[in-house]
């Protein structure tokens, strides 16, 4: 698990170690914001400690909470690449043990690393992206369910970057709302 | 408590755009610190991006099962207008206005169709999901469907100005009367009355030729500047024309040069409640060159008796054009 505990600290922390615990919940919502769910960044949190923990903290850091967020995001950026792989795998994996039952799809097992979703959530949630503003409802499904990065979507939509940015702010906006009352 | 309301409003929406950037392609360090500044200025901010981030997470952890409910739906979709999908245009003001706006169940993407239909007097501006705009005139309707390879629109009795996105693997076609207007990217008019079509075109290529295999008669290459008349008999005719003019009823004037009073009538017709109708045939086939503001009816009508000679008088259904 991630570090949390004072147990955990050193008697003396390298400036750099001090700025992690200053701003541990910070980075976990950051880091979050592009992982599966709060586990995974739980876990590229713990992986930022090892790394910190083990850079030469010798140097001095001027500027500590900017190293940290830098090395947040090149651990998303190599997490992003290593998970599309592996959620490749498992929709592959996923095919093979799929059988018919009665003319639906069953899944014999669901993923491990799947959370389970009602029938009844998932109709909830597909209504709610289906009652979005048509540019914004299909922003949406492209960037987040279909997995496009937003230059991707922008590309496939015909409109800018800063556009589809928008267009998926207020989405998360309005299915929040909805969904979260 | 309105004020507590107000704050929580505010750090939903600044949530969602937190979120929606840090999915940014460009993510770096500076993202970072200003998320960690945004989060320490308000408790309520925290709260906010807690409670998007949980739906988020769902969404990430459910998405092949809501694309595939939702491609489901496309798959059934059995009826052309479902009541219940009625939509406010952007929160209920194009409702008001009288612009119904139906979406088919399918509309979330893949091959969705969606139709626009304007009232007399109305003008709508319309992006479409490729972020072309569409500018319907009064009393029109649009039909449109996108699917992965090509953007088509009918346009059913009506007028439009295109202004379409660049797009080559998705080429746009608007169908009018019996007609196919094909583009890449570019701005036109197309207008079809009664089986009258006109397409007009201020940038780009445009080509006009036949819809399907029954159609006859050559397409055609239109560049800028240029309107084609097709007449309901099917002939047709090339101009050299000012684009602005054809499009200036978008800004609610109606520019003419040379065209019948009947003609300019049936425009007059579809913008305004009390109908006009003119008293001898005759007097429809004078010829009008000006620009009419479309502000309101009377002044409109005064207008027009100062360009010809001309009077109107209250009719049973509304008004009654006369020789002067």
């Known amino acids: 698990m ?9 008697a003396v922390d390298s400036p750099l170690v001090e700025a992690f615990f200053e701003r ?34 010798g140097a001095e850091v001027k500027a500590p909470a900017a190293l940290l967020y830098r090395m947040a995001t090149n651990l998303l ?3 992003v690449r290593s998970a599309q792989r592996s959620s490749r795998r498992s929709a592959e994996w996923r095919r093979d043990t799929r059988v018919q039952l009665a003319g639906e799809d069953v899944s014999q097992e669901p ?35 279909e997995g496009l990065s937003q230059a991707q979507t922008a590309q496939a939509m015909g409109v800018s970057t800063k556009m589809i940015e928008q267009h998926i702010a207020a989405a998360v906006r309005r299915l929040s709302e909805r969904l979260r009352p | 408590m309105a004020g507590t309301l107000a704050h929580k409003d505010r750090a939903a929406a600044e949530a969602g755009a937190w979120l929606a950037r840090l999915q940014g392609d460009g993510l770096d360090e500076r993202d970072g610190l200003e998320f960690e500044a945004w ?33 489901d739906r496309t798959r ?30 399918s509309a979330v993407m893949q091959a969705s169709a969606e139709t626009y239909v304007t009232g007399k007097g109305e003008r709508r501006t319309i992006t479409l999901a490729d972020g072309s705009v569409v500018d319907l005139n009064a009393e029109s309707r649009l039909q449109v469907s996108f699917s992965r390879g090509a953007r088509r629109v009918v346009l059913g009795d009506g007028e439009a100005i295109f202004d379409v996105t660049h797009d080559a693997k998705r080429p746009f076609t608007v169908a009018a009367s019996d007609r196919v207007v094909r583009v890449v990217g570019t701005q036109f008019d197309v207008r079809s009355r009664k089986g009258h079509l006109t397409v007009t075109v201020a940038r780009g290529k445009v080509q006009v030729g036949p819809a399907g295999r029954s159609g006859t008669g050559l397409a055609m290459q239109l560049t800028p500047g240029q309107r084609l008349d097709v007449a309901e008999s099917g002939r047709a005719e090339l101009k050299s024309v000012d684009p602005q003019e054809t499009f200036s009823w978008r800004a609610g004037r109606l520019v003419y040069r040379s065209q019948p009073l009947a003609d300019v009538v049936a425009d007059l017709n579809r913008q305004f409640d009390r109908q006009i109708e003119i008293a001898d045939p005759e007097l429809g086939k004078m010829p ?34 006369l020789r002067k």
Request: with cysteine; proline share 6%.
């Open chain 2, 288 to 321: 009008i060159t000006g620009v009419i503001v479309l502000d309101d009816q009377a002044a409109v009508m005064t207008r027009l008796s100062l360009m010809l000679p001309i009077r109107s008088v209250p009719s049973e259904r509304g008004l009654l054009l």
């Open chain 1, 24 to 57: 541990r919940e910070n980075l976990l919502l950051f880091l979050a914001a592009r992982t599966r769910c709060m586990a995974t960044a739980e876990d590229l949190l713990q992986d930022l400690f090892v790394k910190l923990s083990t850079t030469d903290a």
């Open chain 2, 76 to 105: 059934r979709a059995p009826r052309p207008y479902l009541p219940r999908r009625w939509l406010v245009g952007a929160g209920g003001a194009a409702l008001a206005a009288g612009l119904a706006l139906a979406v088919l169940p």
């Open chain 2, 39 to 71: 989060l320490g200025a308000a408790p309520a901010n925290r709260a906010a991006y807690e409670k998007a981030l949980s739906v988020w997470h769902e969404f990430e952890d459910g998405a092949d099962a809501i694309l595939a409910e939702l491609s």
């Open chain 1, 111 to 145: 993923a491990a690393d799947e959370a389970i979703i009602s029938r009844e959530r998932i109709r909830l949630l597909a209504d709610a992206v289906a009652d979005l503003p048509p540019q914004m409802g299909r922003a949406f499904r492209l960037h987040k369910l």
């Open chain 1, 2 to 10: 991630a570090p949390s505990g004072p147990s955990e600290r050193r």
């Open chain 1, 77 to 79: 950026i190599d997490h």
